[in-house]
């Protein structure tokens, strides 16, 4: 009886050590689990950062949550071109945008020339011709969308 009892203090030691180490293991795992995320995350805000996005704004908080994959500039890049389309770097002016300042204000300098009043005459069709340009940036397009739905609130 002596020997049973003996044996069974034994491998209730020997579980008692294995459940300590599967614990420390747990631990060690949630704290490098905890250390990973938080790299990936300052990762992402960097590479956010060169393409000139935000991460907790806009474009750039929708990319940090539905991106998953390698946390490189490139890789970011090319998801965000394929999910949302070409993305520039807002820290440069874009050649469309100063295209599109160049080109409106040409306008306004003929129609002065010609005395022609300048209001559209129906303000819906030329927010859906501004819409459905090519030319148009979707950062435009969601802005531009935005502004005439304030517009038809008041």
């Known amino acids: 009886m002596e020997e049973n009892t003996q044996q069974v203090n034994t491998t209730e030691e020997v579980v008692d050590e294995s459940t300590d180490g ?24 960097s590479a956010l950062g060169q393409l000139g996005l935000e991460a907790d704004k806009g474009l750039g908080k929708a990319v940090t949550k539905l991106y998953d994959g390698e946390v490189s500039v490139d890789a ?3 998801f965000v071109a394929q999910e949302f389309g070409e993305v520039s770097n807002s820290k440069q002016p874009s050649d469309n945008v100063t295209n599109n300042v160049v080109e409106a204000q040409s306008r306004v300098e003929q129609l002065n020339k010609l005395g022609v009043n300048a209001e559209p005459v129906d303000v819906k069709s030329e927010f859906s011709k501004f819409i459905n340009d090519s030319n148009t940036s979707t950062r435009d397009s969601i802005n531009a969308k935005l502004r005439m739905l304030d517009s038809l609130k008041e």
């Open 22 to 45: 599967i614990k420390q293991l747990r631990e060690e795992y949630k704290k490098l689990k905890a250390e990973n995320k938080q790299f990936k995350a300052q990762a992402m805000t």
């Open 76 to 78: 970011i890049k090319d």
